[in-house]
């Protein structure tokens, strides 16, 4: 059984990442994708592509993305993604 | 292609959670996947007021929801707790609890929690948006 954790509160992080599993995956949207940031994130991470333009972090990211595991996907892989995971945990 | 029920908490206008929830409908829609139900529950309970009316410049997500949930036939249902606690009612509620007046959006519709566990039981994934 794996989960999709879906974060949209940067500041839940570790307590989120406390709570998954080495088979889940992380995604961050809305204010949580600030937390693409983190240095610490070595489960499978996504993070919502339309959030990040918002806050303006979108080519930050991309640039750091070479030796990251972070993935940047929009609304229509966050649909598919949702069904390749068991089932999603909103952490709140 | 799968079925999604949504559990909206987010309060409207102050957090993203509803604008999300309403991408996340609209895609699935565009991407053939079908919605069952869109339940409202704590602060999501809100934007369910016809009242609700933001500047012009704004989203009116009452509008949003109520004008997805009739070009695509998707259920909304709002927690009859969660609304009455916070002033939303429809005429049927407002006699039984003897208020004055209704503000429901005709889109949306009061039930219970039952409506949320049978979503549950009915969808391929729930998705929560708080």
Known sequence: MKSLFILNNPTKLDACLNAMSTQDGLLLIEDAVIATHHSGLSCVTYALEEDLIARGLSQLVKQHLVNSNIKIIDYTQFVELTLQYDKTVSWL | MAIFSLLVTATPYSAQ?????????????????????????????????????????????????????????????????????????????????????????????ISGLGQLTEAMLESDRLITFG
Not at chain 2, 27 to 33: E, L, P, S
Not at chain 2, 41 to 49: C, K, P, Q, R
Not at chain 2, 84 to 106: S, V
Request: glycine share 6%; proline share 3%.
């Open chain 2, 17 to 109: 959670g509803q604008f999300s929830a309403l991408q996340f409908v609209r895609v699935a829609i565009n991407n053939g996947h079908s919605i069952k139900r869109v339940f409202f529950y704590a602060d999501g309970v809100l934007v369910a007021s016809r009242l609700n009316h933001p500047p012009s410049d704004e989203i009116n997500l009452t509008k949003a929801w109520a004008k997805l949930a009739i070009e695509q036939d998707i259920d909304l249902v709002v927690c009859v707790t969660a609304a009455l606690k916070r002033g939303i009612t429809n005429h049927a509620e407002a006699e039984r609890n003897a208020l004055t007046g209704e503000n429901l959006d005709p889109a949306f519709e």
